[in-house]
């Protein structure tokens, strides 16, 4: 497995993994982005596959689809053990994106979901990725473009800290434009009929919804050792986290940003 990074203990803590669940509703989302690209009989790899709440839903879809995770987190993988227990036809294994100890060619169809913004080495991650495809097969890959930059009216203090933050992550290989990546990632791993869909994400216009802020309270709070890391000390941490939710409380604002989902076939 690659060296763990400070990303990665972010990622450890129990309560981001139920974060991130809390952010999507997998059986919307495998219908919406998975469905028309699984059969009958599917093999379907999830790489960053977290607590594995998507692959539940996917293997809900028809009765001889089944499925593997892979998460290079040893907590994250016994949480989706324990959360999928029931489910026989998911199973979980700890592993690296880059060099996953999967044979070429076993999987119908393969998805990373708001991982590649994490890793150092991606395009070695979405080679590994099509090589583990089966010919004719497909891989998608969905991740976000701006996140936590694009903010109007423009808040001098706000921004600057978002850049640092931003700059401070990119020794870990953190890409918050990664998301107009994807295509050329896809390109480079030599996929074919390659189709882009971009949508809005992070959109918050005028005061932030109650149940919303509580997420965004929760993320920094999770962050809070990287931010002071970044930002010289824990008070500058708390003082800048102040700033930005009461930047999002206000009812003149606007932020939001960009999710690319890329698909493409591996050639027979």
């Excluded at 059969?39 to 689809?65: E, F, K, N, W, Y």
């Excluded at 998805?111 to 991606?122: A, G, I, P, S, V």
């Excluded at 994400?201 to 931010?227: C, F, M, T, V």
């Amino acid at each position: 497995m690659s060296q763990a990074s400070p990303i990665d203990y972010i990622m450890e803590d129990p309560r981001e993994a139920l974060r991130l669940e809390l952010k999507v509703d997998p059986g919307v989302w495998a219908q919406k982005y998975l469905a028309h690209h699984v059969h009958r009989g599917a093999q379907v790899l999830s790489v960053g596959c977290g607590p594995g709440v998507i692959l539940d839903a996917v293997t809900a879809m028809d009765s001889s689809i089944r499925a593997t995770g892979i998460d290079i987190s040893p907590d994250r993988v016994q949480q989706a053990v324990w959360r999928n227990h029931e489910n026989a036809r998911v199973k979980f294994a700890c592993g690296d994106a880059h060099a996953m100890e999967f044979e070429s060619n076993s999987f119908d169809l393969v998805y990373c979901r708001m991982l590649l913004q994490y890793l150092r080495e991606k395009e070695q991650a979405v080679a590994e990725m099509t090589r583990v495809c089966k010919p004719g097969g497909t891989v998608l890959l969905q991740d976000l473009d701006g996140q936590l930059l694009w903010h109007y009216p423009e808040d001098p203090g706000v921004q600057s800290t978002a850049e640092k933050v931003v700059t401070a992550l990119s020794a870990t290989g953190f890409d918050p434009f990664v998301g107009r990546k994807l295509f050329w990632l896809a390109q480079k791993a030599g996929l074919t009929n390659l189709a882009v869909q971009v949508e809005c994400y992070h959109l918050i216009a005028g005061e932030i919804d109650p149940r919303l802020l509580k997420q965004w309270e929760l993320k920094l709070e999770i962050a809070g050792p990287q931010l002071a890391r970044a930002l010289g000390g824990e008070s500058q941490a708390h003082e800048q986290s102040r700033a930005f939710l009461e930047y999002l409380r206000r009812p003149d604002t606007l932020t939001y940003s960009t999710v690319f989902t890329v698909t493409g076939e591996k050639s027979i």
